[in-house]
C-alpha cells in the first residue's frame, strides 16, 4: 500500500475506509487520465478508491469519482435524511433497493450508453453491485458525513467474507437473472 499513486490536486486521506482522495482546489476537474490513475490505485489497494470531489468530510455536499471491482462488497446501507445519486462513467453497475426484510424492490441497471443515472431516496436500504470487472461512477450526496451516524446497516446484511461472498454470488444471479428496469 506504501506505493499508492498520487493524484495531482488531491491529497490522500488518512484512516478512511477505502482508498480515498480529497481535492484541494475549490474548483476541481476530473479528467480521463486521473480517472485511470484512480482505477491504478484502486488495483493496488484490493479493489477500491475514490476522488473527493469535495475538500472535506464536513463539507454540504459530496461529490465522488467511486473505483469499484466486482469482487468487492458494499454492505447494503441507508442514510436516513439523505439521498444518494449514481452516475456510471465505466463499466456497469447495478443499484438495488432491498425492503426491510432484504427483499430486492428494484434494480436500475447503468451503464454509459444506456441508463447511467439513478438516485435513491432517504430511508432506502441500498447498495450499488458492480456488474463489470470493475466500475467507475459518480456518486453525489448531502454531507457531512459522520461515521457514527451517516449510515445505518441492516441486521440481513451478512459480515464476514464467507457470508459476504455467499451473499454477493446470490444477490448478483438474482440480479442478472430477473427482468428489472
Known amino acids: 500500500?506504501?506505493?499508492?499513486?498520487?493524484?495531482?490536486?488531491?491529497?490522500?486521506?488518512?484512516?478512511?475506509?477505502?482508498?480515498?482522495?480529497?481535492?484541494?482546489?475549490?474548483?476541481?476537474?476530473?479528467d480521463s487520465i486521473m480517472i485511470d490513475t484512480l482505477a491504478e490505485a484502486a488495483r493496488r489497494a484490493g479493489g477500491a478508491a475514490r476522488l473527493c470531489l469535495h475538500r472535506d468530510p464536513q463539507d454540504p455536499f459530496h461529490d465522488m469519482v467511486i473505483v469499484e471491482s466486482a469482487s468487492g462488497y458494499a454492505r447494503p446501507h441507508r442514510h436516513h435524511a439523505k439521498g444518494e445519486t449514481c452516475h456510471v462513467i465505466r463499466g456497469s453497475v447495478a443499484m438495488?433497493?432491498?425492503?426491510?426484510?432484504?427483499?430486492?424492490?428494484?434494480?436500475?441497471?447503468?451503464?454509459?450508453?444506456?441508463?447511467?443515472?439513478?438516485?435513491?431516496?432517504p430511508r432506502s436500504w441500498h447498495t450499488v453491485l458492480v456488474l463489470s470487472e470493475d466500475a467507475v461512477y459518480h456518486e453525489s450526496k448531502p454531507g457531512p458525513?459522520?461515521?457514527?451516524?451517516?449510515?445505518?446497516?441492516?441486521?440481513?446484511?451478512?459480515?464476514?467474507?464467507?457470508?459476504?461472498?455467499?451473499?454477493m454470488?446470490?444477490?448478483?444471479?438474482?440480479?442478472?437473472?430477473?427482468?428489472w428496469a
Open 96 to 121: 438495488v433497493q432491498f425492503d426491510d426484510q432484504g427483499s430486492i424492490l428494484h434494480v436500475a441497471r447503468l451503464a454509459p450508453g444506456g441508463g447511467t443515472i439513478a438516485r435513491v431516496a
Open 1 to 30: 500500500m506504501d506505493e499508492i499513486l498520487t493524484i495531482p490536486g488531491f491529497r490522500r486521506a488518512e484512516g478512511a475506509r477505502t482508498l480515498s482522495f480529497f481535492c484541494d482546489s475549490a474548483t476541481p476537474q476530473v
Open 145 to 167: 458525513f459522520d461515521p457514527a451516524c451517516d449510515a445505518e446497516l441492516p441486521s440481513w446484511a451478512p459480515v464476514g467474507q464467507d457470508a459476504q461472498d455467499r451473499w
Open 169 to 179: 454470488s446470490d444477490l448478483r444471479r438474482r440480479v442478472c437473472e430477473a427482468p
